[in-house]
């Protein structure tokens, strides 16, 4: 995709929107989704050559393919390896013929091309030799100069005839190529035989009773002395009491009752209100009342624990849009036109043409950090580079979360990524022996990681937060120490699970999901993430190193990091924080029908006192 020109055509914005409903009947479906072109659309990221598209070419793929396929046994290279691990079924010698093919007629073209110029150049110096430009009209009918222009004119038909076999075919080998998932991790590697081997590695996880995928690759944990205390807890959650319900309107804040009393009062206002209808536009899940100002705390907190660390400003707060192009969307690792997984809408103009597909994904979302580098140059002494932003994020599945997320670039490549691609494209491909290499190296890195999040537990030295002249492998490291620095005081039990292959979104080549303990779920619920990206969004949306000195066209790798689902984390806050309040103002709601005291109704919820400075706010 490196050998097409970048050109870059703008639509004319209309401001007519229509949401796309994403539960209607297909037979009613009329003037929905399906009457929409760009649901039909195989890609909004490659664009054929002269041809008129419903998606602007914004932008135009680097995706280094020759990285991918030159090699001589495709079934034993790592990318097959990538494949298999992610449960994905490809003819790969097929998509491989295809891509060689393409690269042959390609070069057939440059050839003609390259004939046609020295034709070119040819009839310039005959005009040159018989008088110049005056005389150009005479010179151009004498038989030297009809042969040659009947030499160009069939140069010119041999290339037409190449291009009707060419851009169907690059249709087909790039959106492929564009489809393809991120390079796996070595630690991934390692984790896909760990699952597959059904044992437990002690040397690196903690060992669960339970055997379920996940509880099996458990690299951290902290705060785990809280748990015995929060399972007997658990009483007060029974039955159809819940942390929605059972609460009073108050607060405790350093053992003072402090009002819970919301300005609406159509509002309860201890309610967390969930819309669920199913012909809904937007599934929401959202907090109000005083759920959402307990929301609002801990965002507070969280930002000034970032702020604390941000001193030299290693950290760069940004704000962006929450509606993006579907080119953004699938340059991310997005399927645009999947209406079941994405809040699409459409903005109708005065004829088909001017229709245009926006997606609704949050200022807080990956998109939203990108964004701002698209068709960048870096240079590489701004490396690295790390933003972040809170807001909210938008999907059917979870409806709107509000989250804290980061995005650090930098020009270092991962040390656990390409170190044998070498071998795996010699004729024999990747041997047992190079395999074991990889593996042990991937287990290495994953030992390497505990160690450091055990000194960090002892003695935590924030200034290893910063991400100042580290490699992108220490980077991880560092965002998960930065989960320690921002919630141990909460006393939660919170946990590192790695994330097997087969889990993994298209863009990740290494993820590990940070997750905290749900009173009520007597489970562990997901609260943040670490993921290695590499190239994979880069080098689809033209984010690169400026390096003067590289003949090659190089993208920036990236690491991203939720801190925190507030959403969640404020359910867990809350069940984690509950005390049976005081016997001494009994009325008739307290007592139960057997005359006893009814606990659950004289539940209350302390605030943290490391908290009370951001809630009294």
């Given amino acids: 995709m490196q050998r097409f020109k970048f050109k870059t055509i703008f639509s004319q914005l209309n401001r007519k929107f229509s949401l796309c409903s994403t539960l209607k009947n297909s037979k009613s479906d009329e003037n929905g989704y399906r009457s929409v072109p760009h649901y039909t659309q195989k890609s909004s990221l490659y664009i054929k050559p ?40 490809l003819n790969l010698e097929h998509l491989q013929k295809d891509y060689f093919k393409m690269r042959s007629l390609e070069d057939r073209i440059e050839q003609l091309k390259k004939q046609k110029d020295q ?29 040659l222009l009947r030499l160009a004119n069939e140069i010119k038909i041999k290339i037409n005839h190449i291009l009707d076999e060419l851009i169907p075919l690059q249709e087909i080998v790039n959106i492929a190529c564009l489809r393809l998932p991120n390079t796996l991790h070595y630690s991934a590697l390692y984790l896909h035989k760990y699952h597959l081997n059904r044992y437990v590695d002690s040397e690196i996880f903690i060992n669960y009773e339970s055997m379920d ?10 705060n785990s002395q809280a748990m015995e205390k929060l399972k007997h807890g658990t009483y007060l959650l029974d039955g159809a009491n819940n942390w929605q319900t059972i609460l009073k309107d108050s607060v405790t804040v350093q053992g003072k009752k402090i009002s819970a009393k ?10 967390f209100i969930e819309q669920t209808a199913i012909d809904s536009v937007l599934n929401n899940r959202y907090l109000c009342g005083t759920y959402a100002k307990l929301e609002q705390c801990l965002s507070d907190y969280f930002l000034d624990k970032i702020q604390h660390l941000n001193k030299e400003e290693n950290f760069e707060y940004i704000k962006s849009s929450s509606m993006f192009k ?91 990524l390409y170190k044998y691609d070498n071998v795996s494209k010699s004729a024999e491909g990747l041997t047992d022996q190079f395999l074991k290499l990889t593996l042990d190296s991937g287990k290495k890195y994953l030992l390497d990681i505990k160690n450091e999040l055990d000194r960090f537990l002892i003695k935590s030295n924030c200034d290893t937060l910063t991400h100042n002249g580290k490699s992108i492998d220490q980077i991880i490291v560092s965002y998960l120490k930065l989960f320690i620095y921002a919630y141990k005081e909460f006393g939660i039990p919170i946990r590192f699970v790695c994330i097997n292959a087969y889990d ?45 000195s590289s003949p090659t066209i190089k993208h920036a790798n ?8 507030l959403s969640v984390f404020t359910q867990i806050l ?44």
């Avoid at 002269?50 to 079934?75: G, H, Q, V, Y």
């Avoid at 040159?128 to 009209?137: E, P, R």
């Avoid at 080119?327 to 999947?338: P, Q, R, T, V």
């Fill in 574 to 617: 809350v069940e984690s924080n509950l005390k049976v309040g005081s016997h001494e103002s009994l009325n008739d709601e307290l007592i139960s029908e057997s005359g006893s005291f009814n606990t659950e109704k004289n539940l209350v919820f302390e605030l943290p006192s490391f908290l009370t400075k951001y809630y009294l706010v």
């Fill in 504 to 548: 993994l979104n298209t863009r990740d080549s290494f993820k590990i999901k940070v997750e905290a303990y749900l009173p009520s779920e007597q489970n562990y619920v997901a609260i943040g993430e670490v993921c290695l990206l590499n190239d994979y969004i880069s080098s689809r949306l033209q984010i690169r190193v400026d390096e003067e």
């Fill in 558 to 565: 990236m690491v991203y990091c939720r801190l925190v689902d």
């Fill in 262 to 271: 919301y300005s609406n009062k159509n509002l309860d206002n201890w309610s």
């Fill in 50 to 89: 002269a041809e008129e598209s419903i998606f602007p070419k914004i932008i135009s793929p680097e995706l280094n393919m020759d990285r991918l396929f030159d090699t001589r046994n495709i079934l034993r290279s790592m990318l097959n390896l990538n494949l298999t691990a992610r449960h994905i079924h």
């Fill in 213 to 222: 995928e996940q509880a099996r690759s458990v690299l951290f944990e902290f």
């Fill in 119 to 147: 034709i070119s150049e040819q009839i310039n110096n005959l005009v040159k030799s018989k008088g110049g430009i005056g005389s150009k009209k005479k010179t151009m009918q004498t038989d030297d100069a009809k042969k």
């Fill in 326 to 416: 579907s080119a953004l969307i699938e340059g991310c690792g997005k399927s645009f036109n999947d209406y079941r997984n994405n809040f699409n809408v459409v903005r109708f103009g005065h004829s088909a043409s001017s229709i245009e597909l926006l997606h609704l994904a949050g200022s807080s979302s990956i998109s939203a950090l990108v964004l701002n580098f698209v068709r960048t140059s870096i240079k590489k002494k701004y490396f690295p580079w790390t933003v972040f932003t809170n807001g909210r994020t938008y999907s059917p599945k979870k409806g709107q979360l509000n989250t804290i997320d980061f995005l650090t670039l930098t020009s270092d490549n991962s040390s656990l």
